[in-house]
């Protein structure tokens, strides 16, 4: 079964597709998977959530996702621009960003992994074992702290 096949079952964004995985260097230690939109799908303006028409691309941006066996796996897509008609020309929302840090270079889907396991590890600890940096650890249990601030009341 192919890894694509696998990531296109458990995480699946609206619009976009995982395209292809290939080894992202020649030490075949890491995976990138290229990210593609949907033939049909228009970009929705990261500013205001509203759909409009492709206005070009921006270049490719990667994204950290979580790793498959021990391998580190980085989502790999150049975002569309949109022509907006409230913002003008903005960067499309991407489904896979942290919410309130969409520049951030890591999913929210790995956020919340790594965010879980520095419950149990320190954030050095979590760092080290899952070969990312102390600040990427930081940023993972941010997101989760802000998420518990905002649903306090559940
Ligand atoms: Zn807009």
Known sequence: M????????????????????QWAN?????????????ANSRPICSQCGRVGPRHGRQTVRRFSYLPVWGIPVTLVYAPRRVNCSWCGIRVESLPWT???????????TYAWYLARWAQRL????????????????????????RWGLAHRDR
């Open 122 to 145: 320190s954030w050095l600890e979590t760092a080290q074992t899952f070969r990312t940096t102390w600040d990427t650890v930081r940023q993972a249990v941010s997101m989760a702290v």
């Open 2 to 21: 192919l890894l694509t096949t696998i990531l296109n079952h458990v995480q699946k964004f609206k619009s976009f597709v995982f395209k292809k995985a």
């Open 98 to 108: 942290l919410p309130e840090n969409p520049k951030s270079p890591l999913t929210e």
């Open 26 to 38: 020649a030490e075949k230690s890491e995976i990138d998977v290229l990210v593609e939109a949907r």
